[in-house]
């Protein structure tokens, strides 16, 4: 009896977590496609770049409605407003580097994101390793991008930018490696902080490699 029980448990626990994951990868390919087109859109108006203290407050604003309201369908509106904005921030940059003649950068940038993204999903998915040792490395490595990016603002050091910009890759590389192994092993129940998770890092990703290939041009 115990041995049916426990085997029920786990089939139980194995549903949800595939139900989780399908959301999760689904939702994420929504956004996906709305930020597309809300960048696409801000760089075919040509609309002015929000500013360093608009985007901080309405990306931790969104940020900290979606975490609010990510136990109720409220919550994917709020992620949808999450990933708009942030498709919206992307226009500028994106009409800067089109209006240059640097589209291969943007392409670059895109397949370069698409195939950390492929890589690290498929290798967590596929071996089902635990990665919640990262989340140590994750937390001092935040804290170092931090302390980087607040010295660079003084310093202005181009070496310490592709840095930085080579270090948030990698960031958001472990970052996708956790997040994906939190689904899987059960960690994360809820597909919409997972899809916030997932989002953020491949946003950082990509402006990264637009930043890095920038640079080597």
């Not at 997972?194 to 640079?215: C, D, E, G, K, P």
Request: charged letters at 5%.
């Amino acid at each position: 009896m115990d041995h049916f029980i426990s085997t029920s448990s786990r089939r139980q626990s194995l549903l949800n977590t595939n139900k989780v994951l399908r959301n999760t990868y689904f939702l994420l390919s929504l956004t996906l496609i709305f930020s597309t087109l809300t960048a696409t859109l801000s760089a075919l108006f040509n609309l002015p770049s929000p500013g360093l203290i608009l985007m901080l407050f309405g990306f931790y604003g969104l940020l900290f409605l979606v975490h609010k309201l990510s136990n109720s369908s409220s919550g994917i509106v709020a992620t949808f407003a999450l990933t708009g904005f942030m498709g919206y921030t992307l226009g500028p940059l994106l009409n800067m580097l089109l209006s240059i003649g640097s589209s291969d950068i943007i392409v670059l940038a895109l397949g370069g994101t698409a195939l950390v993204f492929l890589s690290c999903s498929i290798y967590v998915l596929t071996t089902k390793k635990d990665m919640s040792f990262l989340s140590g490395m994750l937390l001092t490595g935040f804290i170092v991008l931090v302390g980087a990016i607040i010295s660079n603002i003084f310093l202005q050091i181009p070496a310490l930018s592709l840095t930085i910009s080579v270090m948030f890759i990698l960031f958001s590389s472990a970052a996708i490696l956790w997040e994906t192994s939190n689904i899987i092993n059960g960690g994360e129940t809820n597909y919409i902080r997972a899809t916030v998770s997932l989002y953020v890092s491949l946003y950082n990703m990509f402006v990264s490699f637009i930043s890095v290939f920038r640079r080597q041009v």
